[in-house]
């Protein structure tokens, strides 16, 4: 079982950044991937970003160069640096884990983001 929650979530200006948070508790040894998505009002929750145990990243294409996932292996940790905020990237941010980024088992609660002047 893993537990994960998110801090850092917030209102910031369209071109500002910031720095999302994930805590993960565990038993396990090993988290294979960490991963972020995001659901906008009204639409699917969609893929972000993710990082495997050997730091191997993926991401959308829509963050692409503004964002950038890293992880803490000791501490069971990771972090979305969001930069070049944009409005269209206000969403809830989940946190996710699981042995495959992309089809995580485990989910936070959520943080929200709004981009917004």
């Known amino acids: 079982q893993v537990q994960l929650a998110e801090s850092g979530g917030g209102l910031v200006q369209p071109g500002g950044s910031l720095r999302l948070s994930c805590a993960a508790s565990?038993?396990?040894?090993?988290?294979?991937?960490m991963a972020w998505y995001r659901q906008a009002p009204g639409k699917q929750r969609e893929f972000v970003a993710t990082?495997?145990?050997?730091?191997?990243?993926k991401y959308a294409d829509s963050v692409k160069g503004r964002f950038t996932i890293s992880r803490n292996n000791a501490k069971n940790m990771a972090a979305l640096q969001m930069n070049s905020l944009k409005p269209e990237d206000t969403a809830v941010y989940y946190c996710?884990?699981?042995?495959?980024?992309?089809?995580?088992?485990?989910w936070g609660q959520g943080t929200q983001v709004t981009v917004s002047s």
């Open positions: 565990t038993t396990r040894s090993v988290i294979d991937s």
């Open positions: 996710a884990a699981g042995p495959n980024g992309l089809r995580p088992d485990y």
């Open positions: 990082i495997d145990w050997s730091g191997s990243t």
